[in-house]
């Protein structure tokens, strides 16, 4: 069923030009990095030791907590080294896999198998075996979450495909290219949690994404495809169940919760459960000002970004990098260097050739109660008035606010014109609180 909803005033998208990209297959030829864990603060062992021959799809750690926070091998080759090495969040234990060019993959990766035959028992395990994971920071695995909800404890299922940042295409991509394998995700979802609803959200922007989901969806029962705002982030699980809720006119039991979804993981489930093959190769978008050839890059997971750049020309000529960053322009992380790995949640590598954004920081005026961050919020919250109670450390106001329902978008720091830092001042107040 096609639908439709709008919300409040959005960002400017400013990714025109991207949106027409059609991914490269890149098949990286230098040494693949990957973090013990795919997790920060959890502790993973190595399955390998150094000199050991390895295959592409085999598990190269595993975590006690989780088993699917291990990593994964997206290549064949032998481990060279099990060191400290840059990571996007800062150095890490890494296991350094010699690539031998040959993508040999390990037994039983690619046997296709009919998902419809397996029970929830053995869907499960494959997800978990696979190590599928979405693309939100901090690569939370999709195993813990399916096992953490009983059947009937799931109301809806919902793909967000809205990417809603400027700049970037991967997800966009992802709908157009593998809308067969997003929206066979999104069924096998739907088995796990007998009588829930199923919905796709993308961004009204995206009409070839819209099309092609519509046709690949139109005889799945039970899901339907929804247009929604473009450059506007829909904010959590609880946010977007009570959007499809007043949409649909059908608010759901408070038992009942929303499960939400990448495009990326749920493709990366649709090849777990059917064809046993892991997370290890994701669409990322390179773009920036200082990239010479911008686009969509089919990679495997543990791709240094420097060799990525190298694969979409490096940089244009008479360009100087300012600053890179690992993900979108409003919640992705700067990188001090581009010798760290491409990792399940890179969606996108920024390269800026002019850093305007920092220099803009240093013109910070006062908050002139403009409300523009008020109308952007997700949340619905008042950030103006969060601003200042933050500024006093006033955790009483700070809650009475209901600064504690801030997502971490960013939207409030992109649109304010006076270029207060108000993300990074509400996510220290919500530390500290937590404290």
């Not at 390895?54 to 990593?71: D, I, K, T």
């Amino acid at each position: 069923m096609k639908n439709s909803i709008f919300v409040r005033e959005a960002l400017p998208p400013e990714k025109e030009y991207v949106l027409d990209y059609v991914h490269t297959l890149y098949e990286p030829a230098g040494d693949m990095i990957f973090p013990l864990s795919q997790r920060s603060g959890v502790t993973c062992r190595p399955l390998v030791a150094v000199g050991d021959p390895v295959l592409a799809g085999q598990q190269l750690s595993e975590c006690a907590e989780n088993p699917a926070l291990g990593a994964w091998s997206s290549c064949s080759g032998t481990v060279k080294a099990i060191e400290r090495r840059p990571t996007r969040t800062g150095e890490a234990e890494c296991i350094v896999v010699e690539n031998d060019r040959k993508f040999r993959t390990a037994e039983g990766v690619g046997v296709r198998t009919d998902w419809m035959e397996l029970g929830r028992a053995e869907i499960l395990r494959r997800i978990r075996e696979a190590g599928a994971a979405g693309s939100a920071a901090a690569r939370y695995p999709t195993s813990a979450r399916l096992d953490s909800l009983a059947p009937g404890t799931v109301s809806r299922v919902v793909i967000d495909g809205s990417e809603w940042e400027p700049l970037i295409s991967s997800d966009d991509d992802i709908l157009r290219t593998f809308a067969h394998g997003v929206v066979t995700g999104l069924r096998i979802l739907l088995r796990l949690f007998p009588g829930a609803e199923g919905a796709i959200l993308i961004g009204e922007d995206k009409q070839r994404a819209l099309d092609t989901v519509w046709d690949a969806a139109e005889d799945a029962a039970g899901i339907q495809v929804v247009a929604v705002s473009a450059g506007r982030p829909l904010g959590g699980e609880a946010m977007i169940d009570r959007l499809l809720a007043w949409n649909n006119n059908s608010y759901t039991s408070e038992r009942a919760c929303c499960l939400v979804e990448t495009p990326a993981g749920a493709n990366a489930i649709c090849e777990a459960v059917c064809s046993g093959t892991p997370f290890f190769r994701r669409v990322v978008t390179v773009a920036g000002s200082a990239v010479a050839r911008p686009g969509n890059y089919l990679v495997r997971v543990g791709t240094s970004c420097a060799e990525l750049l190298a694969a979409a020309g490096g940089t244009r000529p008479g360009a100087e990098i300012k600053k890179a960053v690992m993900g979108g322009p409003i919640t992705g992380l700067s990188l001090s260097t581009l010798d760290v790995p491409v990792q399940k949640d890179t969606g996108a590598l920024l390269l800026l050739a002019e850093d305007g954004e920092e220099s803009a920081r240093e013109a910070m005026t006062e908050c002139i109660r403009c409300g523009r961050c008020a109308r952007a919020c997700p949340a619905g919250l008042m950030p103006m008035l969060m601003l200042k109670a933050a500024e006093k450390c006033d955790q009483k106001e700070y809650a009475r606010l209901h600064g504690a329902e801030c997502i971490s978008c960013g939207v409030c720091t992109w649109t304010c014109p006076a270029k207060q830092p108000l993300s990074q001042l509400f996510a220290y107040m919500g530390a500290l609180i937590k404290k």
